[in-house]
């Protein structure tokens, strides 16, 4: 029973940064282009070491 209610937690928890998120983005400006820059070159650090078994 203790594990559903931290699990509740999280999950609420998680909406809220969430939605906070969400909010303070649609009013930031921000520069896409260095956000999928950053996003790309994580994917592609995972990728390869999936491929390559390094790292």
């Known amino acids: 029973m203790i594990r559903f209610v931290v699990i509740a937690l999280v999950v609420v928890v998680a909406w809220i940064l969430l939605v906070k998120l969400i909010k303070d983005l649609k009013s930031a400006n921000v520069d896409w282009t260095g956000v999928t820059t950053i996003i790309g070159f994580i994917a592609l650090a995972f990728w390869l070491r ?6």
């Open 50 to 55: 999936h491929i390559t078994g390094m790292g």
